[in-house]
């Protein structure tokens, strides 16, 4: 139950916000807490109160599921601004975490005291596409000065109590329990006749500031991760506070709060925020299945992947076993993975102890025996059925009864791979994105056989490491890859009907993808999807439509790696557009008759969006992804789609999907079977439906 409660401590009057599990702002916490101050104001007892969490958090802020609906009141920011006024000091004993609307209770507090447990203070409204909308903007940098808080709200990132005490946001931290630490803290006030300390009531004087400050955060956030808006007006709120009185500031910071809350892009980063959260959702999988403990990992094959993913389970304190074939392999492996702790030691990210921590957990071995004992494997190899299977039939004789044998593939049937094994209920797809250690998707591919003990430890391991896991069925590509191909398939059409690779990227890149399909494919490798195309042969059109790019291969161009590839690369390994890459692309769309009409930056994005978007109708509907949402969580969190933009399927659905039909088939009339529309669109549009009650509920 949403609530806050008071008890008394002698004099001290003690209101805890209450609302599992982490104590969001929603109605029944606000009016919790406004009558408690009431209450303890009116009695003649209290001399001074105190405010913290119960649980874990102090509070992570307002109830994002309130956003829907409208908040009821009291609002937040008229609950903050009356405790501060109250007459008796208030001091907030920060308990853990405090987010948003929860540090922003902590700002109208008069005192903070902190534990040092409490490792995320911060306001990340900028996160989910708002601004701090209870005082935040406005009492923070009174608080810590203008540029730390610019900081802090602009990034949205947290800070831990020993970093908030250096720079003056809690007053105090303790070691032991901080409810009484804050209640001692609280009668030493009292004794020293210190009374309550509004931080709105002081001023920022203009002149103390360094010149060009807002200007330059301005022009640092030309690519923010939350999009055009939040990040703007963060900073346009906190400008608001120099030189102006609190109350002045405090109503241009609602007028800004009020441009973002409910508009497409705050709403896109909300949904993206809850969809995350719903992928660990498995309908039968629940809370009765025992996940099997994953103690040691070993891994096979030490190139990009294998060494990649290696760092992942390293990184978070797991011993790894690396496994290859030949020496050579394997020590210029472990080298890469020791060089890359160590330069996390050298940038100051990990300190000297945790980097030979690391380090130390790192085994190698030429032979698979040395895995005898892993409680998971995880193969990394090249990507070729005849390989996987062979690997996964020796590792059936030497895994440990029990142990979880997990492929690396991207394409691959999981279903042929386990059926090489004895154990084929102990095998399953862990589909990492590269680079593994960076990347947080992790796609779990569910075969026939996999059993839900075995899919609930690969999730857990999962969420260990510091991945988001999204669970697929078993088809070529998956959901990521089978979707990409789709949408790369129409990035080549678009190349032979006139669009230059760069047309292409930049036209995607200006509507906020971090990157480019052909940049994309030139830093993969392009040599990685031809040989893909090698071993399952294309139909006759698509063939057709990779001919340029599949010459560009036989002529050595493999992207990045070798200087060339859909563009030419410099030392600074900068992109450049290479007339005779065009030229190929202009020649061969004559040929085949489809250079006549050259597309513009808003067809390219929308063709891209609807064929991965249509392509994932398909696969929602075949029961590959449990949820739309899902699917959006794949392309937020391994192929660069902006939050902002909430992903393919929120696009989709934001548009109407009546509207997408009717785009489809016209893309249908003109380019043929392969604007197909997906079944469930039409179905959906028909009836009125939505994507987000397709698939499962839950
Ligand atoms: C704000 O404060 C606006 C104000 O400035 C002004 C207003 C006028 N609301 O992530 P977890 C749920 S905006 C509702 O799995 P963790 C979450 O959905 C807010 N629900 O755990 C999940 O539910 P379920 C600014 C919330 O330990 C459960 O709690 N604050 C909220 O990995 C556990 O969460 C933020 O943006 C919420 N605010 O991470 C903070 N927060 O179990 C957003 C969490 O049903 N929250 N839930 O799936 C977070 O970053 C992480 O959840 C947190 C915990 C770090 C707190």
Known sequence: MATATLTKSGDVAVIRLEHAPVNALAQGVRQGLKDGIAAANADPTIKAIVVTGEGRAFSAGADITEFRSGPKPPGLGEVIDGMEASGKPV???????????????????????????ASQLGLPEVKIGILP??????????????????????????????????????????EGDVVEGAIAFARELVAAGKGPRPISATRIDPASLPKDLFDNKRASIARHPSGPMAAKNCIAAVEAAVGSDYKSGLARERDLFLELAGKPYARALQYAFFAERQVANIPDIGKDVTPREIKTVGILGAGTMGTGIALAFLNAGLPVTVVETNQGALDHGAKRIRDTIDSNVKRGRITEDEGARRIGNLATGLDLKVLTNADLIIEAVFENMALKKEIFAKLDAVAKPGAILASNTSTLDVDQIAAATKRPQDVLGMHFFSPANIMRLLEFVRGKATAKDALASAMAIARRIGKVGVVSGVCF??????????????????????????????????????????AMMDMAGLDVGYRIRQEHKPSEERARFYRVTDAIVEMGRHGQKTGAGMYSYGADRKRQSDP??????????????????????????????????NEGAQILDEGIALRASDIDTIYLNGYGFPGWRGGPMWQIEEMGLAKVVEKIKGYEARHGARWNVAPLLERLAASGGKLADAGVKG
């Open 133 to 174: 909308g209870a005082g935040g903007t406005q009492r923070m940098p009174r608080l810590i000065g203008v540029e730390a808080a610019l900081d802090m709200i602009v990034s949205g990132n947290p800070i831990n109590a020993e970093k908030a005490a250096k720079v003056g946001l809690v007053d105090r931290v303790v």
């Open 477 to 518: 590509g998956f959901i990521g890859n089978r979707m990409v191909e789709a949408y790369l398939e129409e990035v080549q059409a678009m190349m032979l009907e006139g669009a230059t690779p760069a047309d292409i990227d930049n036209a995607l890149e200006s509507w906020g993808l971090a990157m480019g399909p052909n």
């Open 91 to 117: 001091v907030a004993a920060l308990n853990g975490l405090a987010l948003g609307g929860g540090l922003e209770v902590a700002l109208g507090c008069h005192y903070r005291v902190a534990t040092k447990a």
């Open 580 to 613: 005779q890459i065009e030229a190929m692309f202009a020649k061969e769309g004559a040929a085949q008759g489809r250079a006549n009409r050259k597309p513009e930056a808003e067809e390219i994005v929308e063709r891209c969006l609807l064929r991965l978007a």
